[in-house]
């Protein structure tokens, strides 16, 4: 077996715009993720019993379903109610939700782990519970977790190769349109897998950078 990569190389157009649109799927999905993702923590936490109960519904929901699954209820199922989405819209909405499903108990282990007396000292000096939460809780609860939440989005970032498959041009749809057009899969296929793990490294360290100096300001 003869290795010929120049026939891959060659449509680096392609790839580049698939690792952009990749990028891009990973950015908006990793912001809104995890903002839903403390938003239903705080629920969880501090909610009514009735939307505490709501929110573990669809945490439930979403952490015992394959994404393939999700990604393809919201595209192929929304539209039987009237709302079509293009599959990049799709492919971000899946992996926001995917994302906060996970997201959400990760953030609530960390606040969980929040010392009673600290809330105790933010009462005494007469903040009030939105204060408490944004101020007090949760940065070293994010800061406790902050591994975990970064191993997510790293998933979530690689989970979105399935997202070729509602047509979404990102990183592998771009290897599987290369392999069918140069009849070269196994080269395609290992070129696709080495930006995948450059993505990852890179990803993981610009986060775990990025986390103690923008998010939780350690």
Do not use: K
Request: glycine share 8%; aromatic share 12%.
């Amino acid at each position: 077996m003869t290795l010929d990569f120049s026939a891959v190389f060659i449509e680096w157009p392609m790839l580049l715009r698939g690792l952009l649109v990749t990028l891009g799927l990973t950015a908006a999905a990793a912001t809104f993720g995890i903002v839903l993702g403390i938003a239903c923590a705080w629920a969880r936490a501090e909610g009514p019993r009735w939307l505490q109960a709501v929110v573990g519904a669809y945490v439930e929901l979403i952490r015992n379903t394959p994404f393939i699954i999700q990604l393809f209820f919201v595209f192929f199922g929304l539209p039987s109610i009237g709302l079509r989405l293009s599959p990049e819209v799709a492919s971000v909405l899946a992996m926001v939700l995917n994302l906060g499903g996970y997201a959400c108990e990760i953030v609530r282990a960390g606040i969980e782990n929040t010392g009673r007396g600290q809330i105790e000292a933010a009462q005494s000096l007469a903040l009030d519970r939105w204060q408490i939460f944004s101020r007090v809780v949760l940065p070293p609860a994010l800061r406790r977790v902050w591994p975990a939440i970064v191993g997510q989005i790293i998933i979530v970032m690689l989970g979105s190769a399935v997202c070729s498959q509602i047509s979404t041009p990102e990183a592998s749809y771009a290897a599987n349109l290369i392999s069918s057009r140069t009849f070269r899969s196994f080269e395609s296929y290992i070129v696709v897998t080495l930006l995948y793990l450059g993505l990852a490294v890179l990803l993981r360290s610009l986060l775990n950078w990025a986390g103690p100096r923008f998010i939780f300001h350690r």
